[in-house]
């Protein structure tokens, strides 16, 4: 849920909940402005993450925009078969 008005620094906000997150993470390069933020040569290679928070319309809520130095940014993901999967994919093995 949407931060409380005290927390938002006194911005007043109406409370909505977040129902989607949806994360775009993509290559680019590092624009001079961002670059000098950053401490880095002006072009030089990044990651620039979007998330898209949306509220159960699908309305947006809050776009983030994040931009890292390859050298400082990893993404990893683990994925765990569900207890039982096996069995529900009728060959007893293979993915989907």
Do not use: C, W
Not at 39 to 68: C, K, M, W
Request: glycine share 12%; no cysteine; aromatic share 4%.
């Amino acid at each position: 849920m949407i931060g409380s008005e005290e927390e938002l620094g006194g911005r007043l906000e109406v409370s909505r909940v977040i129902d989607t997150i949806s994360v775009e993470i993509r290559g680019v390069l590092i624009q001079p402005l961002i670059a000098d933020k950053l401490g880095v040569p002006a072009g030089s290679v990044g990651l620039q993450l979007i998330r898209y928070f949306r509220d159960r319309h699908n309305r947006p809520v809050e776009i983030a925009v994040n931009t890292h130095p390859a050298e400082r940014f990893a993404y990893r993901i683990q994925v765990v078969r569900a207890k039982g999967a096996a069995e529900n994919l009728g060959d007893g093995g293979g993915l989907a």
